[in-house]
């Protein structure tokens, strides 16, 4: 390394010996990995304190999980006291409540193990008080889900034999609900999550064609794709800042709920075709801000809801690939997502000031003749008259981003043979093939991972290709490959 310096994001710069330069980009964001002891973490929640804890594992022989409390530096890690031949449920997130009493329940493969009141240390070797089962009015022993209400009720979701039960904390006893309640069809679908929202209704996603249901008031309402709600199972459900409450789909996005409470609330979708990554969102959290982050199988997307501006965090910038099990904001305002491959926290900061990030010219090929370029680009160049002979014109260009990650895109377009811009590309270089006797101009610009665009395109002085046409069924044929970056 021959040189350091730090842009103006923050970002580090280092210019090595042997040529090139290397960004080291602040993105905010910490990957714990298996080398960490995080193969996999299935689930995030928070105690009554605001302590943070992480279900990772469960590991490939004995099939234990283990549950990580973090203390702000580091994860401390126990084994709950289960019977060897006991497992935790196959489901995800919600799968350990510390109950408002302080009290331990574990979703597990042979019912619900509640434990005692006692600290994180003593638990792992504290047996449980109770063991609940099918024999107390569970559908099945194979719980995947658990949830507490603000009224202290434990809400269980199970499958094997489907089903949806309420522990009621002031009689102790469990309540079962079926299709005759207003649920879809507890045979085809399960539930797979809960959240409560603010006028204290407790909302249930199902697998996929389930769609939701709202308990409110003693009874449930159902809604489905016929109210506009998007396909696919609801892994996890989410009630933001303002109260509205989020749906992720596996098939459609994610929704927006804005007015839990009405009795035909309207529904906003948001889509690949918005600028989402993926269309399948498992996860959803926010930050102090009110921006939204989306956890989907290609990273992280970050929405902000009063402009609609989407921004993508990718794995370069440490984000993990996979399945999102669950996302959560801890006490200190740091973002948490655990996925199938590891554990990631990002720290998330106000929006800096967004930079235009200046474009080059880089390479320019006529004919296959490489021209005179400066080893840095250039934000104009020359192009002598293109004779008869000269019909084929090759440009290769770059950007500097000074956001976080690749987020950079291209778009270009040949004036005199089109005035519209092309669709925003990754792509670096661009051929332009029989050319047709004509005056042109080549400009290109970038637009980086916040939407923010160059101030000034890069261009190429008008020039003018003389001689007689090839037979052409257009003026210009353009956009005839694309180069690899």
Excluded at 54 to 79: C, T
Excluded at 437 to 463: C, H, I, Q, T, W
Aim: proline share 4%.
């Amino acid at each position: 390394m021959q040189a350091l310096a730090e842009d103006r994001n923050g970002n580090l710069w280092l210019g090595m010996a042997n040529g090139g330069a290397v960004k080291l980009a602040r993105s905010g964001i910490t990957a714990f990995t298996e080398a960490d002891g995080f193969k996999m973490a299935s689930a995030i929640f928070k105690d009554e304190d605001g302590t943070l804890y992480v279900i990772a594992g469960p590991d490939n022989i004995h099939r234990e999980y283990l549950i990580n409390r973090f203390d702000g530096e580091r994860f401390a890690s126990i084994h709950l006291k289960l019977p060897k031949d006991v497992y935790y449920g196959w489901g995800w997130n919600q799968l350990v409540v510390n109950d408002r009493e302080g009290e331990w329940w574990a979703a597990t493969g042979t019912g619900i193990y509640r434990f005692p009141k006692v600290s994180f240390e003593r638990l792992a070797h504290t047996p449980p008080k109770s063991i609940y089962t099918t024999r107390d009015g569970l559908a099945s022993d194979e719980i995947i889900r658990l949830f507490e209400d603000s009224r202290g009720d434990i809400w269980v979701g199970t499958t094997n034999r489907h089903g949806l039960s309420r522990w009621d904390r002031a009689s102790e006893k469990f309540h079962h609900y079926t299709e005759q309640d207003g649920l879809p069809s507890l045979v085809s679908y399960y539930p797979i999550s809960f959240a409560e929202d603010g006028a204290g209704c407790v909302w249930i996603g199902f697998s996929v064609g389930g769609g939701l249901a709202r308990f409110c008031d003693g009874r449930f309402t159902r809604f489905t794709s016929a109210d506009g709600l998007a396909e696919g199972g609801i892994f996890n459900l989410f009630v933001d800042s303002k109260g509205r409450l989020w749906v992720p789909t596996t098939r459609g996005g994610v929704c927006r709920i804005d007015n839990p409470k009405a009795e035909c609330p309207s529904i906003l979708t948001y889509t690949t075709a918005g600028g989402l990554s993926s269309d399948d969102v498992r996860a959803v959290t926010e930050d102090r801000w009110g921006r939204i982050y989306l956890g989907t199988g290609r990273g992280i997307d970050r929405l902000d809801p009063a402009t609609g501006h989407i921004r993508h965090y990718t794995a370069n910038e440490g984000a993990l690939l996979g399945d999102v099990n669950a996302a959560l904001q801890d006490s200190d305002g740091a973002l948490w997502f655990s996925f199938a491959t590891g554990l990631v926290r990002l720290v998330p900061e106000a929006d800096l000031q967004p930079i235009p990030p200046p474009v080059l010219i880089t390479a320019l090929r006529i004919a296959g003749d490489a021209q005179p370029i400066s080893a840095l680009g250039e934000t104009e160049v020359a192009l002598l008259e293109l004779g008869a002979n000269k019909n084929e014109l090759q440009i290769e260009f770059v950007a500097l981003g000074f956001s976080a990650g690749e987020g950079l895109r291209y778009q270009y377009k040949l004036e005199g043979a089109s005035d519209e811009w092309s669709a925003p590309s990754e792509q670096r270089s661009v051929n332009f093939a029989r050319l047709a006797p004509d005056r042109y101009r080549f400009l290109v610009r970038a637009v980086n991972a916040d939407g923010v665009m160059s101030e000034r395109p890069a261009n190429s002085k008008s020039f003018r290709r003389t001689g007689r046409a090839q037979p052409s069924d257009s003026r210009c044929q353009s956009v005839a490959r694309s180069l690899m970056k």
